[in-house]
């Protein structure tokens, strides 16, 4: 898994990166309009604002079919999802607006932040480079009792580990079990991590979603075999069994749509 931990905080590892970059680009312009003795702050935050408005609107348009039905989950925006080609040029435009109100003691420190920002980023990314992964051959347990083996199937799986403590994972299901009804040609594999039948079938009772895909990792051997460090995990494996994809923390519909079609091919 590409993810991070620092103490008891878990940070997708795309995530983190972007975590970097804002502080290195506030850091950056700040120190830069202090020896400037300029007000490029007030700038920072417009640009911060203009890039995440942007790269958002982006990411919508692009992934548009996944919104459709579900407009309201454009503004979730602490499910992920985010254009970085559009956020550049929603910053940009913030460049060039104190380029025009001739803000000069913005201008460099705006572009300084800008390259830190990147290089920061890119940084992360590099390091986070994720390992050659297959989906663990192991046998888990069913709801009813009986042995599931998670290996060997000729088609994409997606596999979700969860509990029913976890408040981002509650969130995540109904949407996670409407997508499986509806995606014909791949698995969906939800492995609660640790509880006992009778806690996972009372979840699903209370909240009307299927038992579908359900099965238990009493021991959370998932975790331990996929170096996961968070809750939820979402992980997308091809008809071979390689990785493609995961995240960690509560995933969109788009970003989900995304990793199986990455599985597919399509």
Do not use: Y
């Not at 254009?83 to 201008?107: C, D, H, I, K, N």
């Not at 809750?231 to 994809?245: E, I, K, N, Q, W």
């Amino acid at each position: 898994m590409n993810a991070i931990s620092i103490g008891p905080l878990v940070f997708d590892g795309a995530r983190f990166a972007a975590v970097v970059a804002l502080l290195l680009f506030f850091a950056a312009i700040e120190i830069a309009a202090r020896l400037q003795k300029s007000d490029a702050s007030r700038w920072a935050g417009f640009a911060v604002l203009a890039w995440i408005a942007a790269a958002r609107m982006g990411f919508v348009v692009a992934n548009w079919p996944s919104f459709a039905d579900h407009p309201l989950d454009a503004i979730k925006l602490w499910q992920g999802g985010f254009l970085p080609a559009a956020g550049w040029a929603g910053g940009s435009a913030v460049f060039l607006l104190a380029l025009l109100r001739r803000a000069r003691g913005a201008v460099l420190p705006l572009a300084l932040g800008s390259a830190a920002a990147l290089a920061g980023h890119q940084a992360v990314i590099a390091t986070l480079t994720r390992p050659a992964v297959t989906i663990p051959d192991m046998q888990l347990i069913a709801l009813d009792g009986r042995g599931v083996h998670l290996g060997g199937r000729d088609w994409p799986v997606v596999l979700n580990l969860w509990a029913t403590w976890c408040p981002p994972c509650r969130r995540e299901m109904p949407m996670m079990t409407e997508l499986a009804a509806k995606t014909p040609g791949v698995d969906f594999v939800f492995a609660n991590q640790g509880e006992e039948a009778e806690q996972v079938v009372a979840f699903l009772k209370a909240e009307g979603l299927p038992a579908e895909g359900m099965i238990r990792d009493p021991h959370g051997r998932l975790m331990g075999a996929l170096n996961a460090v968070g809750l939820p995990s979402t992980l997308v494996f091809d008809a071979r069994g390689r990785l493609v994809a995961a995240q960690t923390g509560e995933i969109s519909r788009a970003a989900l749509t995304r990793m199986i079609a990455q599985a597919t091919g399509e």
